[in-house]
């Protein structure tokens, strides 16, 4: 077999850290922590105290307090539970503002408030990702019910300026849903200072397991959540469903560990990110994607003239990045967030998503430079 | 199986050796262009050809993998063929036809519609050709 | 430490065999199956072609076709999107048939639907705990859109004849919606013999893992189902999220083995349940509760007269079970499937839910057996 | 810290070895009964009289864990008690009320109220004595 590609897609996925993947195996034996954390029983108990403590660490990577923190299967439930929980609970037609650039998961829970008869206003970033407080504060409605904007985008890169936009939403009392999938563990977040309502968490983008996330709700979301999915009451009665003992702690075990590592890997990522577009840009034809330094450490999104996207990714077989979110490339259109940022079509077509993890380094970053370049030169030379 | 290369092992070995990538000038070369970088794909091909033989083929191509790797194999083909078997008509028995090119390289169907631009580059140099 | 309590609580929820969390941890490794299953490298293809490995896996175990078969979090997720995605797909009200013995994931879906303006009727099983074929029959409307009737009870471990009911439902072209969560894996499942629409699934069952679950749904049924999470666009649109690589593996596995034991495990959890009920029938005062042979294999449901439920649980530190279904054991109430079954509130209490399973055997259940002897002997003798 | 018994080592220590359960017979005896099976906890106390001095105590009880524990508790402590301080009022200053039990043995509060009807049974053990 030959050698696997070399691993350029954090954005889409994280291998799960060995100390997790550990704390997680102690979960899967007979002996271990398998209990259904609600039965009454020595096992149940194990399990209950187990997810309790994996509560606390995941309400310390964001500033939260443990009853904020409501577990999901993912930050796709996440963002669901949070827009469809909070507009369907009112009676009334509400209205919402979003923006245009948003994971699908947000943006396909809106359309689907919109078929139930709300309103939705999309906003549309600047060339540089941004979305300007005034933006926000000019399609405020006296019936919006909720403002959900990401913090970083998931192709971009970019980081929205979150408290200047929480502070707007607490001035016209509006509550704020932020997806934090592609930040949570990259950049400090504090929803209490933010004074964000709502946050979506993902532990698959931060070295734990797929298939569990969370969603932070501050007490005044929780009283009106209109849960998606309705059972034995686990979580407050807000998300039915035996919790997933080893998700859980697998997931606490990497938000503790993101906490811990945090500074030193968000120095680390900003610096291979821009060792890395430095080893690009003086190709002619290259432009960075985003914002140049608002934006989430390790992310780099780069679109290169004159050169086919499809065939830049194929040739790169060596590298195992994406040319868009892994999340949306089922599908053949130009993504919708490059195609915001300013690039046409084949610009967004031809356009490398570069996420480098807890596990580049810079010998990486200088292999995976090389590959680039000689791709584009090949297609370049090969092009009409 | 679908962990295997989407390409599929001929059109990577293709597609990774274009060593038919380039132009051609001087007398006797025929070219054809079709398609558009604006539409994702645009292809050129250059046909020298020496008394009733075509001596050399050359192409350039932006587009993608099976488009690139299609241009490759259609130009080793071509090479050493001889020119009545690419008059307009004559062109498709020579070469075959779209879906026999995917069919042959393994190019799933919706690609379809770039090999045709590929084809109509081709025709284009050989109509010049017959047509001059 | 003292040694572990007897596990005898398999229908709350089973440890992960061991072969399944081999297989789950090679997808937590840095070198293993960890990609992205949407991501259109290596990684992403790997993962991608393990998860189809295991949705055959899952189709093998109940009958279905790979393309029958849809990964949600669990049996909660599945039987909500059943439920909920049918019906609400209707625009006018629509009528749900359904049994007041159900999970409570199924019985707070109905209850969201008639908050949603839908009617729903719910059957009384008899005192042996069957629904009979006239009772069906006698609630459908001409505006019935589903009914939904669970196979095995997670309580009383009474198995519905599930075929029989089918075929009425199939009469009057009713849409049949089954929570397999406690049979499959331990009972033969075929959905198309059976003729059933829909049918939940969830691992941690079955010896997999938790938080993870299929819903098998008919080609008719997928073309209306409404999501319950909208997104990226997985599972043909109808259930989006990242899929869970390693749990899906895991689940995949574990259905692949629960398969291949059947029979046997079939057999002998049948055979040790009844040496269970066998070694506790000629103590004064002991009920079996659910009918007698209609049973899932290794479920015994037991009420002793005269002792008190939770003093019978605390005195049996030694075993791990339940005197209810662990996922209503929140609430003091005692539990509505016993005393359906015609138990007064003291002997629906006064109940013990012995669950056996892969790793149970003989000895453990003498031991069981005689512990609980001596339990009830001495808080009868304390009782006045 | 949710991991450990629900019971409390005091309470699982006392429930475990429900020594006093039994009966009293014959002379000197008093008895007080309160609660009914049907209600969950139902409780009787027999109490064995000798002079001033509580010789003997003995409970039946049906009831959770934290019922019979109290039982037994409370037996322990009344035996060698003085008669004088069963009397009606006085009991509560021999044994405790309810709460302080509850302090004492680190029972829920939500118990409280199966609490009562041990309290009742022994007031009224008590009261037949300090009437008769
Ligand atoms: C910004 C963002 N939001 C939401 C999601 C969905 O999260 P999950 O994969 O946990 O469903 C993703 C990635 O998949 C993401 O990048
Ligand atoms: C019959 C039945 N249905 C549904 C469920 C819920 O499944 P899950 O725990 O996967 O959410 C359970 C058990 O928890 C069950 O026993």
Redesign the interface.
Known sequence: MDALPLYLDHAATTPVDARVAAAMAECLTQQGTFGNPSSQHLYGRRAHARIERARSEVAGLIGATMADVLFTSGATESNNLAILGSVRSRGQRAHVVTVSTEHRSVLDACRQLEREGHAISYLEPDAQGLIEVRQLEAALRAETALVSIMHANNESGVLQDIAALAAVCRRHAVALHVDAAQSAGKVPIDVAALGVDLLSLTAHKLYGPKGIGALYASAGQRAILQPLLFGGGQERGIRSGTLAVHQIVGFGLACQIAGVELPGQAERLTRLAQMLWEGLADLPGVLRNGHATRRVPGLLNVSFE?V?G??LL??L?ELALSSGSACDSDSDEPSHVLRSLGR???LA?SSLRFSLGRYSGEQQVQHAVAAVRREVR?LR???? | ???????GAQVRAL??D?AH?GDLDGAGVCRG?AGR??E?T???FSLRLSGTRVEQVRY??????FT?ATCEWLARQLTGCQLSELSAPAISMAVGTPPEWAAALGIPSQRLGRLLVVEDALRQAAGRRSGS
Chains 1, 3 share one sequence.
Not at chain 2, 1 to 7: N, T, V, Y
């Open positions: 004159g086919q499809e065939s194929a040739g077989s046409n079509r084949e077509q090949r030379a090969v092009a009409p | 199986m679908a962990e295997e290369d989407p390409l597609f990774m274009l990538a262009e970088v604006a994702g645009q292809v050129r350039r191509a932006y587009g993608c993998p690139l």
